[in-house]
Every structure is written in C-alpha cells, then in structure tokens.
C-alpha cells in the first residue's frame, strides 16, 4: 500500500526559504509521478508542482520560478524548494500521487510565513 508523509514545513519570515520532503513507501518511486499540493484556510487545494517519473517538471502559475521540485528514487523522496516566500504561500503543503486509479495523499505540513 502507498504511503506518503510530509515533512520539513514551519514558519519562516517572508522572503526566506524552505524545503519540504515527502517519504514515499509501498512501491518504488520511480514507478510514480508525484505532485505537490496546498491549502489555505478558507481556500480550495491548489496544485502547486508536479514532477514525472522520467523528471520533467511543471508548476503553478503562482510559483513565478521560485519553487523547484524533485526526486531522490534511491531514497523514495520528493521534495519541493521553496524560495522568496510570500505571506499568500502560507498554507498545508501535501504531497500525492495516484496508485491503483486513486489518489494517495499525506498528511500535509504546515508552512507558515511571517513579516
């Protein structure tokens, strides 16, 4: 069974960075495409990144180049760099994929940004 859990999000005053990781178990990664999701409170989930098994990469709009996904197969990690954050980034940042013609999502961690 497939199974994703987030880590690395916290608070972090705007402009400043951080990087997420997502641990992917049951399956090999490389098998998958994985995204990158987020919500804020009061808002619908976004699609924020996404990377293919082969590791071609497509982002949100939003992103404006300074976000960079990417994925560590010996390891079965994803992770997602996030720089120059701004106050609207602020929100529970989900990896996820589809497995058996499901959606498979983690936990989520938290991103909080500060002035």
């Known amino acids: 069974q497939v199974q994703l859990m987030e880590s690395g999000g916290g608070s972090v005053q705007a402009g400043g960075s951080l990087r997420l990781s997502c641990q992917f178990s049951?399956?090999?990664?490389?098998?998958?495409?994985m995204r990158w999701y987020r919500q804020a409170p009061g808002r619908k989930r976004e699609m924020v990144a996404a990377i293919t098994t082969g590791g071609s990469s497509d982002y949100a709009d939003f992103v404006e180049g300074r976000f960079t996904v990417s994925r560590d197969n010996a390891k079965d990690m994803v992770y997602l760099q996030m720089n120059n954050l701004k106050f609207e980034d602020a929100a529970v940042y989900y990896c996820?994929?589809?497995?058996?013609?499901?959606?498979?999502w983690g936990q989520g961690t938290q991103v909080t940004v500060s002035g």
């Open positions: 996820a994929t589809v497995h058996n013609s499901g959606w498979i």
């Open positions: 049951g399956i090999p990664l490389r098998l998958n495409g």
